[in-house]
């Protein structure tokens, strides 16, 4: 108590910068704001980059949402040095989405979503070579007809990328395998992708690989499926178009060890039995999600096994799975899977 009477109880400002750095850290986007008015330490501490890497900003163009763009909008363009994430969605003329983007200089994380994205974007996107990630998901192209090329081999430090229909290509699909640090791949709405191609994506991304997202079709057979079994990190795996897959890659799917979401859409040729099997075993019953839309011998059985062996699943899709539509068996599985969303149509 003397001490206190004395006034020696420590003040904020007598801590050390790191210290309040943390503090600093640990508050709302608001009150840091207000921090950088109290004084000019404060000022320079509060916009520590350590403080700023945790926030992301989103301007958009969508009707509703723009109070909340106008006033990012301003925090982008007075801190455009520390905005190191940033996302654009609903924005359709691209000189609108340039003069927001080309202000940060430091961006490691940039998704366009719901935009109209201009062709010279490919010369736009070399002002970040230390990009981590890179989502375009649902935005389109404005030059039609015309192949993009995506310098991904000017960005070395990519962790997830994440394309429309668009930006691969035979031209430059190689370029992403010099993108070491890969290991986040959405490319499901890109069609006619080489088959050699994967093989060599998969190889060379299977010490990293965490997250494929592909569209199939050609572009995958039997051999990707066992090269991906051997992607000792894969956590989620999608293939939309499975035409072209037999059992002999199914059965792969029994090695894969740390799988959490699966998507396997549109096949005639699994049997029953395998799909029994590879849908029974150890390593796929701790899925969290699975869709099995479109597959035609997906059974009352199968499914019987999965309600009563997959305990941590949340998601359940059987889209069209045409021994389920349409029968009584349809009309149970409400009461089988009472904790999950079954999606049925």
Same mark, same amino acid.
């Given at each position: 108590?003397?001490?206190?009477?004395?006034g020696?109880?420590?003040?904020?400002?007598?801590l050390?910068?790191?210290?309040?750095?943390?503090?600093?850290?640990n508050?709302?986007?608001?009150?840091?704001?207000?921090? @950088?008015?109290?004084?000019?330490?404060?000022?320079?501490?509060?916009?520590?980059?350590?403080?700023?890497?945790?926030?992301?900003?989103?301007?958009?163009?969508?009707?509703?949402q723009? @109070?909340?763009?106008?006033?990012?909008?301003?925090?982008i363009?007075?801190?455009?040095?520390?905005?190191?994430?940033?996302?654009?969605q609903?924005?359709?003329?691209?000189?609108?989405?340039?003069?927001?983007?080309?202000?940060?200089?430091?961006?490691?994380?940039?998704?366009?979503?719901?935009?109209?994205i201009?062709?010279?974007?490919?010369?736009?996107?070399k002002?970040?070579?230390?990009?981590?990630?890179?989502?375009?998901?649902?935005?389109?192209?404005?030059?039609?007809?015309?192949?993009?090329?995506?310098?991904?081999?000017?960005?070395?430090?990519?962790?997830?990328?994440?394309?429309?229909d668009?930006?691969?290509?035979?031209?430059?699909?190689?370029?992403l395998?010099?993108?070491?640090?890969?290991?986040?791949?959405?490319?499901?709405?890109?069609?006619?992708?080489?088959?050699?191609?994967?093989?060599?994506?998969?190889?060379?991304?299977?010490?990293?690989?965490?997250?494929?997202?592909?569209?199939?079709?050609?572009?995958?057979?039997?051999?990707?499926?066992?090269?991906?079994?051997?992607?000792?990190?894969?956590?989620?795996?999608?293939?939309?178009?499975?035409?072209?897959?037999?059992?002999?890659?199914?059965?792969?799917?029994?090695?894969?060890? @740390?799988?959490?979401?699966?998507?396997?859409?549109?096949?005639?040729?699994?049997?029953?039995?395998?799909?029994?099997?590879?849908?029974?075993?150890?390593?796929?019953?701790?899925?969290?999600?699975?869709?099995l839309?479109?597959?035609?011998?997906?059974?009352?059985?199968?499914?019987?096994?999965?309600? @009563?062996?997959?305990?941590?699943?949340?998601?359940?899709?059987?889209?069209?799975?045409?021994?389920?539509?349409?029968?009584?068996?349809?009309k149970?599985?409400?009461?089988?899977?009472?904790?999950?969303?079954?999606?049925?149509?």
């Amino acid at each position: 108590m003397d001490d206190y009477n004395q006034g020696n109880l420590v003040q904020l400002n007598d801590l050390p910068d790191e210290l309040l750095v943390l503090i600093f850290k640990n508050l709302a986007l608001e009150d840091i704001l207000t921090c @950088e008015n109290i004084c000019k330490r404060w000022r320079k501490l509060a916009r520590d980059p350590c403080i700023w890497r945790q926030f992301a900003f989103v301007y958009s163009g969508k009707p509703g949402q723009s @109070e909340v763009s106008d006033k990012n909008l301003v925090i982008i363009l007075t801190h455009s040095e520390i905005i190191f994430s940033l996302k654009i969605q609903y924005v359709y003329n691209y000189s609108v989405i340039k003069d927001v983007v080309e202000k940060c200089n430091n961006l490691v994380s940039l998704e366009l979503v719901m935009c109209r994205i201009g062709k010279n974007f490919e010369e736009d996107i070399k002002k970040w070579p230390h990009l981590k990630k890179l989502s375009m998901k649902n935005s389109i192209q404005l030059s039609n007809n015309v192949d993009w090329m995506f310098p991904f081999n000017q960005l070395k430090e990519l962790k997830y990328l994440a394309l429309s229909d668009f930006g691969l290509t035979l031209n430059n699909c190689d370029s992403l395998l010099d993108c070491t640090k890969l290991s986040h791949i959405f490319i499901e709405k890109i069609r006619d992708l080489d088959l050699e191609f994967i093989k060599r994506l998969i190889s060379c991304k299977q010490g990293k690989l965490e997250t494929l997202h592909i569209y199939g079709g050609d572009s995958v057979d039997d051999c990707c499926l066992n090269m991906l079994s051997k992607c000792a990190h894969l956590k989620d795996l999608a293939i939309i178009r499975c035409e072209n897959l037999t059992d002999e890659g199914l059965i792969s799917l029994v090695n894969f060890k @740390e799988l959490q979401h699966l998507q396997i859409w549109n096949n005639n040729n699994f049997t029953e039995m395998i799909l029994l099997k590879v849908l029974g075993s150890s390593n796929l019953i701790t899925l969290q999600s699975l869709s099995l839309s479109r597959i035609k011998n997906i059974s009352p059985i199968i499914v019987d096994v999965i309600s @009563e062996y997959y305990k941590k699943l949340k998601f359940l899709a059987l889209y069209q799975c045409p021994r389920i539509i349409n029968t009584d068996y349809e009309k149970q599985l409400k009461s089988k899977f009472r904790n999950i969303d079954v999606v049925l149509y």
